[in-house]
């Protein structure tokens, strides 16, 4: 495609649910990243993969949140028990490479937990 | 721990007048530094990527510099028009294998007509 796509826009769930965010990044782009903002708040590093495998998962907060990428394409953040403070807009980016390439930002899917 | 800090936190300014969004860095040891343009409900667009060798880069009429050892980035907005309202972050890369970007918390800019 064009460029990065999120799925779902919205989504709204209640606390103790699991969910599954999606991300298809810009076609042929090996790296891909996971970010989330928070109101207000720039957004905050959570996962970064080089095709396959997860280079960098640093960034998440706790075990409930897990990303897969198994075809090196398209990833999919999943969150287990959520809670509402996992309230935020979940923002996924590519590169073509990594290191010295644009990082190209989805819209993002917006999650709220009642 | 990298800390990115964007002033003023908002700024509103008449259609025309050209203006400038400061970008601090407490860590000089960074790859290179991203400015971006956010546009409510909407993902982040990359306006300007400055690499740690960098000075200065340009495109339209925006202008971003770089001077990694006082870890201060400034983006000069030329000409303000009312299409340009948004939030501006800023971001540096660290150095090393993971490539994760470290964010401002972005300056809100409205340009009134």
């Known amino acids: 495609g064009a460029g990065v796509s999120q799925t779902p826009s919205n989504k709204v769930t209640e606390k103790g649910k699991y969910v599954e965010l999606r991300c298809d990044p810009i076609?042929?782009?090996?790296?891909l990243y996971w970010y989330r903002q928070s109101l207000g708040q720039g957004p905050e590093f959570l996962i970064y993969?080089?095709?396959?495998?997860?280079?960098?998962d640093s960034g998440l907060p706790n075990d409930r949140f897990f990303a897969v990428r198994p075809e090196g394409s398209v990833s999919t953040l999943k969150i287990q028990r959520t809670e509402r403070g996992d309230s935020a807009v979940y923002l996924c980016?590519?590169?073509?490479?990594?290191?010295?390439?644009?990082?190209?930002f989805g819209p993002g899917t917006r999650l709220t937990v009642l | 721990k990298q800390e990115v800090t964007q002033i003023p936190a908002a700024l509103s300014v008449p259609e025309g007048e050209n203006l400038v969004l400061n970008c601090s860095f407490t860590?000089?040891?960074?790859?290179?530094l991203q400015w971006f343009r956010q546009d409510p409900g909407k993902g982040l667009t990359s306006l300007l990527l400055?690499?740690?060798?960098?000075r200065e880069q340009t495109s339209g009429r925006l202008n971003a510099s770089l001077d990694k050892s006082s870890g201060r980035s400034t983006l000069y907005i030329a000409a303000s028009q009312p299409g340009d309202s948004a939030t501006y972050l800023c971001?540096?890369?660290?150095?090393?294998?993971?490539?994760?970007?470290?964010f401002g918390t972005g300056t809100l800019l409205a340009v009134q007509p």
């Open positions: 971001a540096v890369r660290e150095g090393g294998a993971t490539n994760k970007l470290i």
């Open positions: 400055i690499q740690s060798s960098q």
């Open positions: 860590d000089s040891a960074i790859y290179n």
């Open positions: 076609s042929g782009h090996t790296a």
């Open positions: 980016a590519s590169s073509l490479r990594d290191f010295t390439d644009t990082q190209y």
């Open positions: 993969f080089q095709g396959t495998g997860a280079a960098d």
